[in-house]
């Protein structure tokens, strides 16, 4: 039976993804003296940090609770009624309140431990993009939006919150605002926590980038307490998606974004938020089916993104390459990628290496003008009477190589 193969493109494409997220300035260089004492420090220094937060908290909201102006258990389900929405606005408020303090005590300790810049945790060498923050949300509104449509066509649990003619318009109105808010917050702390500075912290303890992704999924979805295996795995490939996306980008805007449309679509379309967190039958296994259809497009829209910042970069002078801190990948992988290709085929153009065929000799020059490979290099086509040396045309964001 023969083998089932890729083009030797895709391999080279896969392969050179690898790398990138191997090199991703969020983990690369991360290499603290005493790894193991900084991590129980660390550890303990958040623990500390989230406890004071709380009481904090705890202690700014109990005059207002006196008062009557806020219910004594902000996160008890909202009754049902007309004026429901009302409260769920109190709770989705205090909930993004809550984790921000959180996730604001966890960056706080990690920065302290670690010594290294706030910046370093979420987006190193750059400034914040609100692209792909943007494209994020976007992307994840459309996939988060269909998927709770057909979850309710699945199993109908009454028309969404901002559609249900049961509530006011004002209230309605009210909660899109409150929960846009409180979501956002929640899903920059959540995001900030696992896929900034788990991702970083673990980076310094393994180089392992499938060990990376899964420690980040698992802890990520085993936090939420949801005791359904299938929700458990659900969230774990939204964790694993993430964390790749914030390895390839070099940043947690993405994760961000689709983290919070992915909150704002289950409180706008599928229920009010403190009834979606209440156990209900167990989720078909099925539905998993779903869920990976969703995460595959959110991945290969990660994916376009990252190219789409190499061909821009391809555009800009070596200088501001290196400012907007992309990270630089060092030429020995490359190198190692290029010689284990056994061939590569573009437009039937092959390039045979020698160790397939050693009386052909070195590879001959191959590709074609106007085609890119996921390096986001430009391949230029070499005269039939005029023989170079192969030759990756690029800026600094990834230096030149001749294979000779």
């Given amino acids: 039976m023969s083998r089932v193969e890729f083009p030797g493109f895709i391999q080279f494409a896969f ?15 991360v290499q603290p003296a005493a790894p193991w004492k900084r991590l129980i420090a660390f550890i303990a220094l958040s623990a500390l940090l989230m406890a004071t937060a709380m009481v904090a908290a ?15 258990d902000l996160f008890a389900v909202a009754p ?12 989705v408020l205090a909930l993004g309140l809550m984790l921000g303090l959180m996730g604001g005590a966890i960056l706080l300790a990690a920065k302290i431990v670690y010594r290294a810049p706030v910046a370093a945790f979420l987006w190193p060498g750059r400034r914040l993009s609100w ?7 976007a992307v994840m509104s459309v996939v988060g939006g269909v998927s709770v449509l057909v979850y309710n066509l699945i199993d109908p649990i009454g028309p969404p919150p901002i559609f249900n003619p049961a509530y006011s318009i004002e209230s309605r109105l009210t909660y899109i605002l409150a929960a846009s808010v409180g979501l956002l917050v ?38 939420h307490l949801d005791p359904d295996p299938v929700a458990f795995v659900a969230r774990a490939l939204s964790g694993l998606v993430w964390t790749w996306a914030a390895l390839r980008l070099g940043g947690i ?25 209440l156990p209900a039958e167990a989720i078909p296994v099925s539905a998993l089916a779903l869920e990976f259809v969703s995460l595959v497009v959110v991945l290969a829209a990660a994916e376009r993104l990252d190219r789409d910042h190499d061909h821009a970069a ?7 390459v290196g400012a907007a801190g992309r990270a630089e990948l060092p030429l020995g ?8 290709q056994r061939s590569l085929d573009f437009n039937g153009v092959a390039a045979v290496d020698a160790e397939r065929h050693p009386a052909r000799g070195p590879a001959a020059p191959f590709a074609m003008a106007g085609v890119h490979s996921a390096l986001g290099v430009a391949v230029k086509r070499t005269a039939p009477h005029r023989q170079r040396p192969f030759n990756w045309v690029s800026t600094s964001a990834m230096p030149c190589v001749s294979a000779q």
């Fill in 80 to 91: 049902e009624g007309p004026n429901r929405l009302w409260d769920e606005n109190v709770s």
């Fill in 253 to 277: 805007e993405f994760a961000i974004g689709a983290h919070w449309a992915n909150n704002l679509a289950i409180a706008l379309l599928g229920e009010p938020l403190s009834g979606a967190g």
């Fill in 314 to 320: 391809r555009l800009q002078p070596p200088e501001q």
């Fill in 186 to 223: 929640a899903a920059a702390a959540e995001e900030v926590a696992f896929r900034g500075v788990l991702l970083r912290v673990t980076g310094g303890l393994t180089r392992s980038l499938i060990l990376l992704c899964l420690i980040n999924a698992l802890i990520f979805s085993a936090v």
């Fill in 333 to 340: 992988p490359i190198r190692r990628i290029i010689g284990r």
């Fill in 131 to 137: 692209r792909q923050l943007g494209i994020g949300f």
């Fill in 15 to 29: 392969r050179v993804a690898i790398e990138q997220a191997r090199n991703s300035p969020l983990i690369a260089e």
């Fill in 58 to 72: 705890i202690l700014l909201t109990l005059p207002f609770e006196s008062a009557g102006l806020l219910p004594s």
